[in-house]
């Protein structure tokens, strides 16, 4: 059974720092990975979009990374906003008889002006 | 473009009590899907559908039923709810390809059932 963890579930941080979120999965026989924004009490917005065959995917401030053999991706947020607070979650597709999302549950991220 | 619309948005429910979610899409996707999302769980797929008429079982279908009459529209019904399904409903679309998939949410439909 596939699983999505994402360390820390809590992140506190300065403004203008460079930041890292940590997505990992336990099968690597995935179709892609998106990371997701989640402001308190809104619906998820989908960041970034990385293919199985990608290594990473990039958007403005945001990098997204992809090693699939490792089961591991990563959300590089550069010279942080206090906009930035809010929850990032990361989810893998797979195939289990149609395509599905696999969510991990969140990191909270906190930026400090 | 309003993107994914639900209805409604809260709700309060007694046990044994009846409700029925719409989620209403206009990108003309095909895949629609229904989350719900609690505290330490994260979203878990409930039912989702491929296409208008077909709906099938995700990870937690237990006491919830969808249709997919149109392709606009999937509605999480409740037939009798109970506590257990306090939680928030996030309806999701996307235009599958292999190769896309981006997902599209709505806002979240929050249910209490006393």
């Known amino acids: 059974k596939q699983e999505v963890t994402q360390i820390p579930a809590a992140l506190s941080v300065p403004e203008g720092e460079n930041l890292v979120l940590n997505c990992s999965f336990t099968d690597s026989a995935i179709y892609n990975l998106q990371w997701f924004r989640q402001d308190p009490g809104k619906g998820l917005t989908s960041l970034l979009l990385i293919q199985s065959s990608q290594r990473e995917q990039t958007s403005g401030r945001l990098n997204a990374s992809l090693d699939k053999s490792s089961g591991r991706s990563t959300l590089y947020i550069a010279a942080s906003q206090p906009g930035d607070s809010a929850t990032y979650l990361c989810a893998v597709t797979i195939i289990q008889g149609a395509q599905k999302l696999v969510f991990g549950q969140g990191t909270r991220l906190t930026i400090n002006p | 473009n309003a993107g994914v619309t639900q209805t409604p948005k809260f709700r309060v429910l007694k046990t044994g009590q009846s409700m029925t979610l719409l989620c209403a899409q206009d990108m003309n996707h095909e895949y629609m899907y229904w989350y719900r999302q609690d505290p330490g769980m994260g979203l878990r797929l409930i039912h989702y559908?491929?296409?208008?008429?077909?709906?099938a079982k995700g990870e937690v279908p237990d006491g919830y039923n969808v249709s997919r009459l149109k392709k606009q529209n999937f509605l999480l019904g409740l037939e009798s709810a109970a506590p257990s399904q306090t939680s928030v409903y996030f309806c999701?679309?996307?235009?599958?390809?292999?190769?896309?998939?981006?997902?599209?949410f709505g806002e979240g439909s929050r249910l209490t059932v006393l």
């Open positions: 559908s491929v296409g208008e008429g077909t709906t």
């Open positions: 999701a679309s996307s235009y599958w390809t292999i190769n896309t998939g981006e997902l599209f």
